[in-house]
């Protein structure tokens, strides 16, 4: 008997999770896993930040917090916004939450009710269709292909919306495509949600400092959908603090208020001590801080190293990905190949096949909402990448 909630039942576990997982078993089995499935960086957190959590447990940082975090984090973070992306905020308008993916959902249960409809670009991170689904609203995909970039267009986004769309979401630099919108992109998909009063844009920029084309561009920046847009971000990739559990958001004040209450009643606020954490991360310019520019650095140097590298594969297609450190490649060349009895139809059945073959650890594009692809994530060494890419190869070519 099933006595789990429908909202559970409803919900699907997240693949990059799951893939994570079941690397994890196979190495306990003492296999030589290449994992390549997980989106974290494979960097420490800067010292300086670590030292100044430690001074944060002395000066005992240990009790609770206002639900939205500390003032003065939150009095950094707009500091923050106005260093790096030129806007505009008050305090009032920051919620700090337990990392960015609670900072989407609180924004999407906050904004949308059963039935409301939720414009989502394909491909796009996983959770998104979940916490849609959580709220008992639709996603309505866009499909944006690799020849686009991956990248939907302001046509397609007007083509979309309909009486009941309440949100566009979409993330730049995206996971897991890597794909960066430029400005003049994002202008157009903002002159479109100006026209209709009661849409919303919720734009997921954790990746921001992860951008190899220079200067990352915001769509709040434009002063006629400013009070329009949801911006989210956090510490977990530019500072490599994954684990400390958390991100932010800037809104209007009504709908920061609303999350606020939402938060008050699920989790309350975050770590005191993650939170004092990330005011010194959030302080640090990036255009100054080696530990960033390091870190940029390597994710371009692998980025390249894995284009090359699949390049010699027959049959696979690659863009150039702008941000964040996933490459994400068509190999539907090889469905309906296979190997003894096994047959390759669809992306999982090869990531089945390369993980249990040659041990690499890839995600499924079907996870993202591009059935095509799978995703590389290249944080990791490029001693890793290249023996990789050559047991994919191995067992690529095994297939017929």
Request: hydrophobic share 40%.
């Amino acid at each position: 008997m099933n006595i789990l909630s429908n909202r559970i039942n409803f919900l699907s576990e997240s693949e990059t999770l799951a893939m994570t997982q079941k690397s994890r078993e196979l190495q306990a089995q003492g296999h030589n896993v290449i994992n390549l499935s997980i989106g974290e960086p494979d960097f420490d957190t800067p010292v300086h930040i670590k030292e100044y959590a430690k001074k944060a447990i002395d000066d005992n940082f240990s009790h609770y917090t206002p639900v939205s975090g500390y003032m003065d984090l939150r009095q950094a973070i707009c500091r923050k916004f106005k260093r790096d992306n030129n806007l505009d905020f008050t305090p009032h308008q920051i919620v700090v939450s337990n990392g960015a993916k609670q900072s989407l959902a609180n924004v999407v249960l906050s904004l949308v009710n059963p039935g409301d409809e939720v414009i989502v670009p394909a491909p796009y991170w996983v959770s998104y269709k979940e916490i849609i689904k959580l709220a008992e609203g639709k996603a309505v995909y866009i499909n944006a292909p690799i020849e686009q970039d991956f990248k939907v267009t302001a046509a397609q986004v007007e083509a979309a919306i309909t009486p009941k769309t309440r949100l566009f979401m979409f993330s730049s630099p995206c996971n897991p495509t890597g794909s960066v919108y430029t400005k003049d992109e994002l202008k157009a998909i903002a002159e479109v949600i100006a026209k209709y009063e009661n849409v919303y844009i919720l734009a997921d920029e954790i990746y921001e400092l992860i951008n190899f084309g220079g200067k990352h561009e915001s769509i709040a920046q434009f002063d006629f959908i400013k009070e329009k847009v949801i911006t989210i971000n956090g510490v977990s990739k530019g500072f490599a603090m994954t684990g400390w559990r958390i991100g932010y958001m800037a809104a209007p004040c009504f709908i920061a208020k609303a999350c606020d209450k939402l938060q008050g009643q699920i989790t309350s606020a975050p770590s005191s001590i993650a939170q004092r954490a990330t005011l010194d991360a959030v302080e640090s310019d990036p255009a100054k801080s080696e530990d960033i520019k390091k870190m940029l650095a390597a994710f371009r140097e692998r980025r390249d190293l894995l284009i090359s590298l699949l390049k010699d594969i027959p049959g696979i297609k690659t863009n150039l990905p702008q941000g964040a450190f996933y490459v994400f490649p068509d190999i539907s060349y090889y469905y309906g190949k296979s190997y003894g009895d096994y047959i390759i139809n669809n992306g999982e059945d090869l990531c089945m096949y390369i993980l249990n073959t040659v041990f690499v650890a890839l995600v499924s594009g079907a996870a993202f909402g591009d059935p095509n692809c799978v995703r590389f994530s290249y944080a990791t060494s490029n001693e890793n990448l290249i023996e990789a890419v050559k047991r994919i190869q191995e067992a690529l070519a095994k297939l017929s």
